[in-house]
């Protein structure tokens, strides 16, 4: 069966172990190529990775008839112009999130991929995790009855201006600081627990007026299948906080997003905890769900929609907006 030959474009931070070893581990896969415009760290990572070929021109990757698929691990701002030149070459592509800086830009990708019948996955990772898997095993089973509402609290302080991280709280290179880096994965994790979306509004500030992005977001979502709850972000508070409660007619859920906590289970039969060992490539069943996917063996969702519904919800809290969908 046919090896997918994956290359990078971008191998900066989260590929050195969240997700670029995962391509050179997984049956099936192969990372035959990698690009950065810095050429001494592009080299550096080659090296070290022991990737085969690597350039600072993405068209040579692009134009390559042995490279199968792109993995672009770039700053949001550039995830669009990769992702349309990608598809212009009958690349599939594997996009970071969040899948753009914009819900036009997402909308573009999209249709471009689409017209040119390419695969568009975006990293919305934790869908892939035994944690949450187990978590819509436990909803869809009925262990908490019949699901009513959701509340999540996230609370961290604010963050130090990392030099090599800045990018994060550009607002044209990031789109929306750390709702959109750090919120977009709670977002996500919703719709992949409870479904199509009714509705969402959501109310944003810059508290700190340290950074040009927000700081502070507080969110409603209202699901077709009639579960609704809140969401409320603080990127300037005291110490962290990461909690997701879910409540049922029987029983609640309560877990973490961001970390690897044990999932709590209140029901009718007393109290349960799940635990799950730490991954050492937190994308890899993700990537392992690509790449089975792109040879045929899985048939996960290849339009990039659920990326541009995550991306539709965050722009509404940017924005002190709603979104309403028919």
Request: proline residues 4%; aromatic residues 10%.
């Amino acid at each position: 069966m046919k090896t997918i030959n994956f290359a990078i474009i971008g191998c900066g931070d989260v590929t050195e172990k969240k997700s670029g070893p995962a391509f050179q581990k997984l049956e099936g896969s192969h990372l035959a190529a990698v690009m950065r415009r810095d050429e001494e760290k592009l080299k550096d990572y080659a090296r070290r990775h022991q990737v085969p070929k690597y350039t600072t021109d993405y068209l040579e990757i692009l134009r390559d008839p042995s490279i199968d698929a792109v993995y672009i691990a770039t700053p949001p701002q550039c995830h669009h112009f990769y992702t349309l030149e990608a598809a212009k070459y009958g690349k599939a592509v594997y996009v970071e999130k969040p899948m753009a800086t914009t819900v036009e830009q997402c909308k573009e990708m999209v249709e471009a991929c689409r017209k040119r019948q390419v695969p568009l996955f975006v990293a919305y990772y934790r869908r892939g995790q035994e944690k949450f898997r187990k978590v819509k095993e436990l909803l869809e089973s009925g262990a908490i009855g019949k699901v009513r509402s959701f509340s999540h609290l996230y609370v961290s302080p604010e963050p130090k201006l990392d030099p090599n991280r800045a990018w994060l709280l550009d607002k044209e290179v990031a789109g929306g600081g750390l709702l959109f880096d750090v919120g977009s994965h709670m977002i996500d994790i919703l719709l992949f627990l409870f479904g199509e979306v009714d509705r969402a509004h959501g109310l944003s500030t810059n508290q700190g007026q340290v950074f040009e992005v927000n700081d502070v977001t507080s969110g409603m979502i209202r699901f077709r299948n009639g579960v609704q709850g809140t969401l409320q972000l603080s990127f300037n508070g005291g110490g962290h906080q990461d909690e997701l409660r879910i409540v049922g007619s029987t029983g609640s859920l309560s877990l973490s997003i961001l970390s690897n906590d044990p999932v709590r289970l209140e029901g009718e039969e007393g109290v349960r905890e799940f635990a799950f060992d730490p991954l050492e490539h937190v994308q890899m069943p993700y990537i392992k769900r690509v790449v089975d996917t792109l040879r045929g063996l899985d048939d996960y969702d290849t339009s990039g929609a659920y990326g541009l519904k995550t991306q539709e919800i965050l722009e509404a809290f940017e924005e002190s907006s709603a979104v309403i969908y028919n």
